[in-house]
């Protein structure tokens, strides 16, 4: 990606920040620090950045369960929080950062330490040629001395505290990153996409996993189960009660934060109450599954009985199949229960079974 050309700086080594990235923690520190320069900070405490990497992470870890790296410390930092804040999974940014820079836990201490100790110094490796072998070994204090001896870079070191050490952005490159700040937030994004798609091979929709869930449109989905519940009372697969079309909330059998996406297949209705209950869990698969194919064979020999119904079931297929294949072998007419319900098995137990792995529990309602 091609990032703005500036007579002053130098962008050459700046378009190198990540070339080397063996884990996460320099996009995380750079993604923080943009955020701060864009509030018009220019002074910015460790402390600070580090709260800002775990609020970033935040959603990643607890809410879509991507795995950061091996043993990483910005992932068991959000874990430990998690832990022991009772903060939700899709918690408002600015609760978790509250929450942080209030937290006297001991571990999320020394995991705040932990993450000071390299990322501050080594992010501007590409810029420092004359910084060769052991000098990268020196303490925090000496390690910051001799980086403030570098000229044209990002930013300086002023005195050692510890995470209240504090570094201070030079004003020629505050003002590059906020009248670019669009491209380069676009450049950490597409960097994090690649690097965080490394880590987890199998795991669909990335690029909405990198901030806060947010609101689904459902409604074409809901009109189209209306129409179904209008003709033919439908019995909620958890509860085993008849939805009347009144209290009608649409349930991702395999949750929206693993998929990050709403096709038709992986939609079933169920109540708000229940589907609140459910969260972000996997309902059992030998318990609910059977359920399930009953109630989407219910709504397929309707598509093709009532005009009506496959009037709302085409314009739901416009957003929500997106899958041309899926949609012609799933929902091709003819088809009787037992071969519905395999078909359906093979397109959704790969997706269960993935989010399964990935860490999302088992749930049975109670």
């Known amino acids: 990606m091609q990032l703005p050309y500036s007579e002053q700086l130098d962008i050459g080594n700046f378009s190198r920040l990540f070339d080397n990235k063996s884990e996460c923690y320099k996009l995380f520190w750079f993604q923080a620090m943009v955020a701060k320069i864009i509030q018009g900070k ?12 775990i609020a970033d992470a935040w959603y990643m870890v607890s809410e879509y369960h991507l795995n950061l790296g091996p043993r990483d410390n910005l992932e068991l930092a959000v874990h430990r929080l998690s832990e022991i804040s009772g903060l939700k999974s899709n918690e408002k940014k600015d609760v978790i950062l509250a929450y942080i820079s209030g937290c006297e836990d001991k571990t999320v201490l020394s995991l705040k330490r932990v993450l000071a100790q390299n990322v501050p110094y080594r992010l501007q490796a590409p810029f420092m040629d004359t910084m060769k072998g052991k000098e990268w ?31 201070e952005v030079q004003p020629d490159w505050a003002v590059y990153i906020k009248q670019n700040q669009e491209i380069i937030r676009g450049w950490i994004e597409l960097n994090m996409i690649t690097y965080l798609q490394r880590r987890n091979p199998s795991v669909p929709g ?11 449109k459902l409604e074409k989905v809901k009109k189209y189960w209306r129409k179904i519940i209008e003709i033919h009372p439908i019995q909620e697969i958890y509860a085993g009660i008849l939805l009347d079309g009144k209290d009608v909330s649409m349930d991702h059998f395999v949750p929206w934060s693993y998929v990050a996406h709403d096709e038709l ?10 589907n609140s209950s459910k969260g972000n869990h996997l309902p059992d698969w030998e318990r609910y599954f059977p359920l399930l194919c009953k109630t989407e064979y219910a709504s397929y020999e309707m598509v093709w009985k009532y005009s009506k119904i496959h009037e709302e079931f085409d314009k739901c297929a416009r957003e929500h199949l997106n899958n041309l294949e899926i949609r012609g072998w799933l929902y091709t007419r003819g088809l009787n229960e037992r071969e519905f319900s395999k078909r359906l098995a093979d397109v959704l137990f790969p997706v269960y079974q993935s989010a399964k792995n990935a860490g999302f529990s088992s749930w049975t309602l109670r």
């Open 42 to 53: 220019s002074i910015i405490t460790y402390d600070e950045l580090i709260d800002e990497m």
């Open 137 to 167: 070994n020196l303490s925090g204090k000496r390690l910051a001395d001799r980086i403030n001896q570098e000229k044209r870079l990002m930013y300086y070191f002023l005195a050692y505290e510890g995470l209240q050490t504090k570094i």
């Open 206 to 216: 990335i690029v909405d996993k990198l901030y806060p869930p947010r609101e689904r």
């Open 265 to 274: 297949w992986n939609l079933v209705p169920t109540t708000k109450s229940i």
